[in-house]
């Protein structure tokens, strides 16, 4: 009977075969000192690389979804695979560097209390640059945070371990236990938000979210989505507006609501149309429309 590997390595593969296969190099280029598995979901790549990925690397599981199936959908079908202690879900735009793996997993495991963790992150390029330190909660109302040390050179100044709001969902180890206890990632969402309701799910039940430093992932950032990409605005918006949904009640919910309906959206939207940006302006206003029409059509979000 083959050991349970300390972490499942999950990666989704949506048309980026290139970078797919970089990820899988960083980590063959620096073997880790716990064991692990890697699974890569190929979330309905128009070529099916996920052909191509097997014959390629055969010590890799690989699963093809026929359809793309979001990205907490494709996380899903991971984890229902997944053998390891710890799942560990991994950008495929990302780079590892070092034998640091184990400081995630040794984090993890320290204390019962904890659920998950995330790594310091930073931009390939340039990669002296930080892109993820850590959250700061989310404003009751707003539903805005800063994200810790974003942007900032990376000169040892957030080399200390602690508590965070949530985690990065381009690098995240969470306990298999949790997962049995919380469930899976939301699927509603289906891209953006759901690795911080998922987060907010795991706090509720008691656990704590975890930044550790002494494993740093570098980040090539969203190609398949494009930066501002009028794609992303609408999920942003679409799914903002749904967070707040599932997790404010009472006054707090209907001001959260109202802010982004009547004070956030519309001026976003008279920004993007003063400077020419009409698919943008477009996104925002049919991510408002369709949270209202998901809405209606599934009462138990």
Known sequence: MNQQPDISIITINYNGLEETCQLIESLQQYPQDCSYEFIIVDNGSIQNEALLLQKKYPEVHVIRSEQNVGF????????????GKGIFL?????????????????????????????????????????????????????LRNRTIGY????????????ETSYLH?????????????????????????????????????????????????YHKESRSTGKDSPLKT?????????????????????????????????????MYLLHGRLLQAKAIFDGSKDFFLLKHKRENI
Request: proline residues 6%.
């Open 72 to 83: 907490s959908g494709g996380n899903n079908l991971g984890i229902q695979t997944a053998k």
């Open 90 to 142: 991994l950008n495929n735009d990302t780079l590892v560097t070092a034998n640091d793996l184990k400081y995630l997993y040794e984090r993890l495991y320290s204390s019962p209390v904890i659920g998950a963790v995330s790594p310091k992150i930073k931009f390939a390029f340039p990669p002296q640059h930080i892109q993820f330190a850590g959250f700061t909660p989310l404003s009751k109302y707003t």
């Open 151 to 162: 942007n900032e050179t990376d000169e040892g100044q957030f080399d200390i371990p602690q």
């Open 234 to 270: 609408y999920y942003l918006t679409r799914n903002r507006l749904l967070y707040a949904w599932r997790n404010r009640q009472g006054r707090t919910l209907y001001i959260s609501i109202l802010y982004q309906l009547l004070m956030a959206n519309p001026k976003n939207i008279m």
């Open 169 to 217: 969902g381009a690098a995240m180890m969470v306990k298999r236990e949790v997962v049995e206890q919380v469930g899976r990632m939301p699927e509603i969402y289906f891209l953006y938000y759901e690795e911080m309701d998922w987060c907010t799910q795991m706090s509720r039940q008691g656990y704590q979210l975890w930044y550790e430093p002494r494993c740093t992932i």
